[in-house]
C-alpha cells in the first residue's frame, strides 16, 4: 500500500507556481521521497528526489520538512504542460509504489 | 539510449488467448519492474527483479499471469488464458539501483484489450 498522502486534485493560473503538498509520515531515514508525473496516458516521468535536503533541478524544486513527514514540490512557472498527475512515493527496498497523486491543471 | 522499449504498444484479444508483452530495459540498468495502470485500481506494482532475479512477485494477481526476465536486456510478462478483466495500460520501468537511489524510468506503455 502507498505510504504516502495527497490531495486528489489542485488548480494552478499559468505563470503562476504550483506547489504541490504530500505527507510520508512513515518514511524511515534511510529512505529518499520521489516525485514523479504522468501525462495522459504517457508513462510516469521522474522529476526529482530528495532525502533530508531542499533539492532543485531544471524541473522542479523540492522542499523537505526537518522531521521529513512532509514535502512540497515546487513548480516555479506552471505552464499548461505541466498539467499532469502528480505522484509522491517513498521507495522501499527497491520498490516504487505509487498511489492515487494529485491531479494538477494549468489553467490559462 | 532509446530509453525503456515496449513492444506491441496496443494489442487487442480475445478472452482464453495467451498475452505476451516485450520490455526492452535502458543498458546499464539493474532493475526492472512491471507496472499495471487501470481507472479502478491506479498504477500498481506487478513484479521487480534486480539483476534478473524476480525479488518481489506479490502483486501478480493471479497465476494466470507470469513474468521472465531471461538476461539483462530483454523481459517478458504473460497472462494466459487472459480474461476482459486484464485489459488496462502495462508499463514496464528499469533503473539503476545504487544505495538508496533508484528513480526509474517508463516505457510508453503497452495498452491490452481482452473482448
Known amino acids: 500500500d502507498a505510504k504516502t498522502t495527497q490531495p486528489p486534485s489542485m488548480d494552478c493560473a499559468e505563470g503562476r507556481a504550483a506547489n504541490l503538498p504530500c505527507n510520508h509520515s512513515t518514511i524511515s531515514g534511510n529512505e529518499y521521497v520521489y516525485w514523479y508525473r504522468q501525462i495522459h496516458s504517457q508513462g510516469p516521468q521522474y522529476i526529482i528526489h530528495?532525502?533530508?535536503n531542499n533539492e532543485t533541478n531544471e524541473m522542479a524544486s523540492l522542499i523537505i520538512t526537518e522531521d521529513r513527514k512532509s514535502s512540497t514540490l515546487i513548480l516555479p512557472h506552471a505552464t499548461l504542460r505541466d498539467t499532469a498527475v502528480y505522484y509522491c512515493?517513498?521507495?522501499?527496498?527497491?520498490?516504487?509504489?505509487f498511489g492515487d497523486g494529485t491531479t494538477l491543471t494549468v489553467k490559462p | 539510449d532509446a530509453g525503456v522499449i515496449q513492444s506491441p504498444r496496443h494489442e487487442v484479444t480475445e478472452m482464453g488467448q495467451e498475452v505476451t508483452l516485450r520490455c526492452k530495459p535502458i543498458?546499464?540498468?539493474?532493475?526492472l519492474f512491471w507496472y499495471r495502470q487501470t481507472m479502478m485500481r491506479g498504477l500498481e506494482l506487478l513484479i521487480y527483479?534486480?539483476?534478473?532475479?524476480?525479488?518481489?512477485d506479490s502483486g501478480m494477481p493471479e497465476d494466470r499471469f507470469s513474468a521472465k526476465m531471461p538476461n539483462a536486456s530483454f523481459s517478458t510478462l504473460k497472462i494466459q488464458p487472459s480474461e476482459p478483466r486484464d485489459s488496462a495500460v502495462y508499463f514496464c520501468?528499469?533503473?539503476?539501483?545504487?544505495?538508496?537511489?533508484?528513480?526509474?524510468?517508463f516505457g510508453q506503455g503497452t495498452r491490452l484489450t481482452v473482448v
Open positions: 512515493i517513498d521507495v522501499r527496498a527497491g520498490k516504487s509504489t
Open positions: 520501468a528499469s533503473s539503476l539501483v545504487v544505495g538508496g537511489r533508484t528513480e526509474a524510468f
Open positions: 543498458s546499464g540498468h539493474n532493475s
Open positions: 527483479f534486480n539483476n534478473n532475479v524476480p525479488i518481489d
Open positions: 530528495g532525502l533530508k
